[in-house]
């Protein structure tokens, strides 16, 4: 009886993991689907299934970091229209709910990362706490590339810094053009191009850049691969 209860409680843990592994696969599909497809309501939708999976499992730091990434292209896509939310709030409280993982654990280089972007992002909706929250924000992606050297996130948020500041405060749309094709780069290498949203922002981001820069020809190229 004793191994019997035993073996039922290992089989019914991997039953559960199972599930919310094909549970996770799904809210990522759908959000990537949702994202091509442009449609805000999609991506919330799915954007909720990552945080009740996220709360299921309140250590499983790769998943949360991944619900955070999906508020993070929220805000970003909503900030552009009108998807019936407000940004600001949005982004406060995925923010909110990133520190109280990093004051437990930080050790996943995703969840560092995403939060130094979030803390960038931030500063573009309150340009006036941009002396506080630059430094801050440059801190988690360093400590990002400090547990995992090349991490594509990093690169993708390090970029974004290096793009929108301004040059009198150290930024530079070289480097984050620089930045942007070495975070599209990193996914190719470790094989993290297949339902993607990030690797396809940093193709289109680094295209965007590179037309800025007046390179056009290399503009449509990362244009036509993403």
Same mark, same amino acid.
Request: hydrophobic share 40%.
């Given at each position: ?7 039922? *409680? ?17 809210? +990522? ?9 442009g449609?805000s ?17 309140p ?8 619900y ?13 229209g ?11 409280? /995925? ?6 993982k ?5 050790s996943?280089?995703n ?21 506080? *929250?630059?430094p ?17 996130l990093? +690169? ?24 942007? *094709? ?5 996914f ?6 297949? +339902?993607?949203w990030?690797? *396809? ?15 056009? /020809? ?8 993403a």
């Amino acid at each position: 009886t004793k191994y019997i209860s035993l073996f039922t *409680l290992i089989f019914s843990l991997t039953i559960a993991t199972v599930a919310q592994d094909q549970a996770w696969t799904q809210a +990522h599909n759908n959000f990537y689907e949702s994202y091509l497809a442009g449609d805000s309501q999609g991506m919330l939708s799915a954007s909720k299934t990552f945080k009740q999976l996220a709360d299921k499992t309140p250590t499983n730091l790769p998943l949360v970091a991944e619900y955070l990434q999906t508020r993070y292209s929220i805000v970003g896509f909503c900030m552009e229209g009108d998807c019936g939310i407000e940004v600001s709030d949005v982004l406060d409280d /995925a923010i909110d709910y990133a520190e109280a993982k990093l004051k437990k654990d930080k050790s996943n280089a995703n969840l560092n990362a995403v939060y130094g972007g979030m803390l960038g992002m931030k500063i573009g909706l309150s340009p006036m706490q941009g002396m506080f *929250l630059g430094p801050k924000s440059g801190r988690y992606v360093d400590k990002a590339f400090e547990l995992d050297p090349g991490n594509p996130l990093a +690169h993708m948020f390090s970029a974004f810094s290096s793009y929108n500041t301004p040059a009198m405060f150290g930024g530079s749309k070289e480097e984050g053009q620089q930045s942007f *094709l070495k975070a599209a780069t990193a996914f190719e290498k470790r094989g993290q191009t297949t +339902h993607n949203w990030a690797y *396809l922002d940093a193709l289109a981001w680094n295209g965007i850049a590179l037309k800025k820069l007046g390179k056009t /020809a290399e503009a449509k190229a990362s244009f036509q691969k993403a």
